[in-house]
């Protein structure tokens, strides 16, 4: 078993390649993973009716802000962890562990409280239209009662992957997600739930691995998570923020955008909601195998950093974008010959059919360029140029799709919303360049 110190010599001397698909894999898999959550559910509601699916879909931009400040504090504390651990300050980064845990555990108590109190409202401003109401008031209102657990699941399992567990950080996000494979349906046909058994499938399962993860801080080979490291230090709660605003920003625009996108598509009627969403949602799960090989490469790319070793930082970069754009690549050929099944395995609606060929078709096109921009989001903000991760963070979603979104359909109806997020790509990647090729630049 690996200690603390091996992980350091493993980061740090090791094969660039090497380290980064050792990390990469399983958070790869926890990254699938934790996109089946939804992919589930939408699978199996999609067969009750339209308007359980559309329910879902809207729901998805809340589920999408809480894993946003899980992400927040997970990165924030995560990046300064390995830092610290590259530097070989082993206390500092026990101290951050404690904090960032707290801090989201609270954000997520927060959120459940404020949610509650506003049910009705945010449901339609997420994008709900009186149809689909009442179906996105039941499942919103089981799923936020977990929003401290997954909150805080999601900060924990950051932290442990930017130590370079990534292993172990797998486990407690994958024993969730099995177990809403199997509660999901039992409790939607077997229990008659509908919608109300999907929402509570993924509660248990979230606070299940809630449980496992937070048993796996007490391995020998993470640092634990004890309630008297716990600090209230200005200095560290302006770490967590330079560390995780780009992550916010990425989590939460993306978010504001699949409700912009919601309240386009509504325009359109229940059918195009229900076939953007599923788009949305079947991309994530592509887009997943980047993030996971992004953050992947953040553990060496944190050590390293801290170990002033600059070259493996730039290999560790480029190794990570060749073999994302290549996947990306595959995929993209691939899932262009199959979009109408792929679609349709969601809903056999016609006009959900349609638009969501349409829609995903365009945004397969520019599937290649999406490794370049992942990445280097999470690069910039693994070595503290805030600025620029928070630019190349609000880039996809915020910068450039919500403006798109709302000019777009205006201009050219439906067909100007299936290639809103197409354009955005386009010039998220004219804008990464340039900004990674400045931080090259500094680095040498």
Request: some cysteine.
């Amino acid at each position: 078993m690996k200690t603390k110190k091996d992980n350091y010599t493993f980061l740090t001397t090791a094969p660039v390649h090497r380290v980064i698909l050792t990390m990469a894999i399983p958070t790869i898999i926890s990254m699938l993973v934790t996109s089946l959550y939804n992919m589930v559910d939408t699978y199996f509601v999609g067969k009750i009716n339209t308007q359980c699916t559309a329910a879902v879909g809207v729901s998805f931009s809340m589920m999408a802000i809480i894993q946003a400040v899980g992400f927040f504090c997970g990165h924030g504390s995560g990046n300064y962890i390995s830092q610290k651990l590259g530097a070989k300050q082993t206390e500092d980064a026990a101290v951050m562990a404690a904090t960032g845990f707290f801090y989201s555990f609270s954000f997520g108590i927060v959120i459940a409280i404020v949610s509650h109190l506003f049910l009705d409202d945010i449901a339609v401003m997420l994008g709900s239209t009186p149809t689909i109401l009442p179906y996105t008031r039941t499942y919103l209102g089981i799923i936020l009662l977990g929003a401290p657990f997954m909150t805080s699941s999601f900060t924990m399992n950051n932290q442990m992957r930017f130590q370079g567990n990534a292993l172990l950080a797998m486990v407690g996000i994958v024993t969730g997600a099995v177990l809403n494979v199997f509660l999901a349906p039992l409790f939607i046909f077997v229990f008659h739930m509908g919608i109300a058994g999907a929402a509570t499938a993924t509660l248990i399962s979230q606070i299940c691995s809630f449980c496992v993860l937070f048993a796996m801080t007490c391995s020998s080979r993470n640092i634990h998570i004890l309630p008297r490291n716990f600090s209230f230090s200005r200095q560290l709660m302006k770490e967590i923020v330079a560390g995780g605003t780009p992550s916010l920003s990425r989590q939460g625009l993306g978010s504001l955008a699949v409700i912009m996108l919601n309240v386009a598509a509504g325009a359109f009627g229940d059918a195009a909601i229900a076939g953007m969403s599923i788009v949305s949602r079947s991309c994530f799960f592509v887009f997943s195998f980047i993030i996971g090989l992004g953050q992947g490469f953040q553990p060496l790319c944190g050590f390293c950093y801290g170990a002033r070793l600059y070259s493996r930082v730039k290999e560790g970069y480029m190794y990570s974008v060749k073999l994302g754009t290549a996947f990306l690549i595959v995929v993209a050929v691939v899932s262009f010959a199959f979009a109408e099944p792929i679609v349709a395995e969601f809903r056999d609606d016609p006009e959900v059919v349609l638009v969501g060929t349409a829609a995903l078709r365009w945004q397969l096109v520019t599937f290649p360029l999406m490794a370049t921009v992942i990445v280097s989001n999470m690069f910039m903000q693994t070595i503290r140029k805030p600025i620029r991760a928070n630019i190349l963070a609000a880039a996809r979603s915020g910068l450039f799709f919500i403006p798109l979104v709302l000019i777009l359909p205006k201009l050219w109806g439906l067909f100007g919303l299936e290639i809103c997020q197409a354009v955005a790509d386009v010039f998220a990647f004219a804008i990464t360049v340039p900004l990674v090729w400045s931080a090259f630049r500094e680095m040498r």
